[in-house]
């Protein structure tokens, strides 16, 4: 079996102590840039959406997290604060409900983080399901979400869309053909997107995560933190992996007000991944004298 192969049908979400937040190294720190905003996070379910509610939580928002495993959005809802709403974000019937579950509860909606993903791809094995169903979750849904709260947001005078996209928009990657290319198209419907939500002042970009202490992470290294530093460590400058809270501190950012001149634009919140060359932080010249 090769590593990727385990993102398929996302066996994890079989184990539920694995969803529960992380505890990380304090590195939630509360402000209140985003008081009075409404948040709604799809795919809230494990460590990585959750730490992003509970981080916008922290920020003063408030978050309905979308999540299509009942058992896991209700229990990440209830660790962090948010509301849960059971919902699937293929199912544009369950996106109109969730849009008046806002606004009935809270007359507004300012944030929409698209994070929800599907990892499903067998490379160039891939069958014709799985490509429409990952590019289904990961860019149909990201779009018809956000068709959706843009009267709100255009009423309201603004709002912010965030949606996750990855390193893996930009490499090539082993035995993975259909995540890769829907992370690109991501990146490039956030500049559409941005394009055409910018007169009703509605900002969007993507944030590009690299590899993330997310679920996935802590199933296949069986919760062993260093060991998952370790691998990362030669194509991270950081020298280890990304805490979801980090990743999630530059949602919040993009979020707030304080962003208000950034739209269309692809964070990198990788650790210096996607600075680091094919000779990683290797001085590779003196090799040539030895
Ligand atoms: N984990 C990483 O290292 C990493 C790196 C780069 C980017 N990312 C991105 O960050 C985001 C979170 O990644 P993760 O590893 O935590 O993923 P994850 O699979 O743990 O979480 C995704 C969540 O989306 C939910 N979901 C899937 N389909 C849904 C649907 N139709 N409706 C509602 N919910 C649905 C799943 O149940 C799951 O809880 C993704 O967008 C991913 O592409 C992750």
């Not at 996106?95 to 809270?106: N, T």
């Amino acid at each position: 079996m090769r590593g990727w192969d385990i993102f398929e049908g996302q066996p994890y979400l079989a184990f539920p102590s694995l969803l529960l937040p992380h505890s990380s190294k304090g590195r939630y720190m509360s402000s209140d840039s985003l008081k009075g905003k409404v948040a709604i996070v799809t795919g809230g379910g494990t460590l990585f959406g959750a730490a992003v509610a509970k981080t916008l939580i922290n920020d003063g928002a408030k978050v309905m997290i979308v999540e299509i495993n009942t058992e896991s959005g209700s229990a990440a809802a209830k660790a962090c604060g948010a509301t849960f709403f059971h919902g699937d974000v293929t199912d544009d019937s369950s996106i109109s409900k969730l849009v008046e579950s806002v606004i009935s509860s809270w007359g507004r909606v300012d944030i929409l983080v698209n994070l929800a993903c599907s990892y499903d791809d067998s490379g160039a094995d891939s069958t014709r399901a799985q490509w429409t169903n990952t590019l289904n979750v990961n860019i149909a849904s990201a779009a018809i979400l956000a068709a959706a709260v843009r009267p709100y947001m255009a009423k309201q005078g603004g709002g912010s869309i965030i949606n996750l996209t990855s390193i893996s928009s930009s490499v090539a990657q082993t035995g993975r053909w259909i995540y890769p290319v829907s992370k690109a198209a991501l990146v490039q419907l956030t500049r559409n997107m941005a394009m055409d939500y910018a007169g009703d002042k509605i900002r969007v970009n993507s944030v590009s995560p690299g590899w993330t202490w997310s679920a996935i992470m802590d199933m296949l290294s069986k919760g062993d933190r260093k060991k998952t530093d370790r691998v990362a460590a030669p194509f991270h400058l950081t020298g280890r992996v990304g805490d979801p809270e980090e990743v999630a501190n530059v949602i919040s950012f993009l979020a707030s007000d304080k962003a208000s001149v950034v739209t269309g634009a692809d964070w990198a919140a990788d650790g210096g991944y996607s600075a680091m060359g094919p000779e990683q932080a290797v001085p590779a010249i003196p090799l040539l004298e030895a």
